[in-house]
C-alpha cells in the first residue's frame, strides 16, 4: 500500500498535473468551474423537490431550476470559450467569441421542421442534455479564432487599432458562422443526433454485462470532465424503460423479472450511484473525518446532499472534476459497482427491479429496499459501502496530502 500511495503521489499526480495544465484542459476545466453556482442552485431545489414530493402544499421553485441550471448547455458554451480564450493568451477575442459562441449554438439547436414552433424543445436543448452540443460549439469557435489570432492580420499596418480590433473580430465571425451555417442550414446535420448516434452501438449489447458496464462508466467518465450524465438520457432511457417494462410484463403474465439494466437498478437502488454517479459517499465520509480542517468543512457541507444521492457540490466543489487524483477511484469504483449489482442480480442475491420506481433522491438502503422489495439489500450497501471507501481511501490520503502541503487548505 505504501509503495502504491508513493507511486500516486510521486509519479502519477505530477504527470497527471501538467497534462491538466495544457491551455485547451485547462480551459475546459475553468469553464466547469465558473458554472459551479448555477450547478449548486440546481441542486438546492433538487433537494427541496424531494421534500415536496411528501410535502404538496409547498409551492412549485421549477422556475429557479428551469433558468439557473436548466440553461447549464447556454452558460458551459459562453464560459468555455471565454476560458479558451484566456487560456490560449487572446485577450482581444475573450468576449467577442464567447458572444460568437452564443449565437453558434441557437443556429445548432434551433428547432427546425415539425418542432419548429416549440419552445419546450429548444429550452431542452440550452439545458444539460444539450451539453455535448455546447462544448463542442465552444471548442469549434476557439479554435477557429485561435488560429486567426496567430496570423496578426494587419497588426504591422498603420490603420488605427481600433479598426484593426474589429477587422480582426468581424473575420472570425464571418469564418466561423458561416462554417456552422454550411454544417447545421444547408447540410442538415442535426450535432446532437449526429454526437449521440456515436453511442447508439452501445443500445444494441445493453442488456449485458459489457453493455451494462458502458452504459454506467462512460457517464460517470463525462462527469468526472464535468459533463452531466443526463447528456446521456437520450440513449439510456429509451434502454432503461425497455428493460423495465419488460420484467413488469413478464411478472403480470407469472414468470420473473430478468432484465437487469434498468433506471432502477442504476439509480434507484443507489449501489452503482452510491451518493451519486460516480459513488461519492464513501469520498465524502473521509472527507468529514479529514486531517485538514478545510476538507473536513466541505464534507460536513456536502454529507447532507450525498444522503440523498446528490453529489454536484462534491463533484465540482471537492473536487474530483478533473481533479486528476480522484477521477481515477471514481472511475473504478463505478466499474465495481455495476459488476456487483450484475452479480448479485444475476445469482439471485439480490431482486431484479420489476416495479417502475425512478426516486433516486430516496437515501439508500431505504431506496435499495423499495425498489428490489428485497430486505437482503440493505447488508449488500453496506459491504459496497465498505468497499468504495476503502477504494477512494489511498487516493484520498494523497489529495489531502498535497492540499495540506501546498497550503490550499490548512491542516487541523
Known sequence: MNKFMSWLEN?????????????????????????????????????????ADYLTVLPDLSPILNYSFGLLTLLITFMLTNQLMVNLNHPDYEINASLLSIGVLFMAVMPRGDEAESINDLMSKLGPSGMMVGIIVGFFVAIIFNLWGKINFLHESSIPDFVVTWINTIIPNLITLSIAMIIVVHLEVDIQKATLAIFEPIANISQTLPGFLLLTTIPAFFFTLGISSWTFGAITTPIFIDGIQRNIEAVAAGGTATNIVTSESVFTLAFITLGGMCATLGLNILMVFSKSKDIKTLGRIFIGPSIFNINEPLMFGAPVVFNPILMVPAWINTIINTIYVWVLMSFGLLNIPDSLIQVGQVPAPISSVLVTQDMRAIIWWVILLAINTLIWYPFFKVYENEVIETGYMTEE
Open 11 to 51: 509519479d502519477f499526480a505530477p504527470s497527471a498535473n501538467r497534462l491538466f495544465q495544457r491551455p485547451w484542459i485547462a480551459g475546459f476545466s475553468s469553464a466547469m468551474q465558473t458554472v459551479i453556482p448555477f450547478i449548486l442552485t440546481g441542486s438546492v431545489i433538487f433537494v427541496y423537490n424531494v421534500l
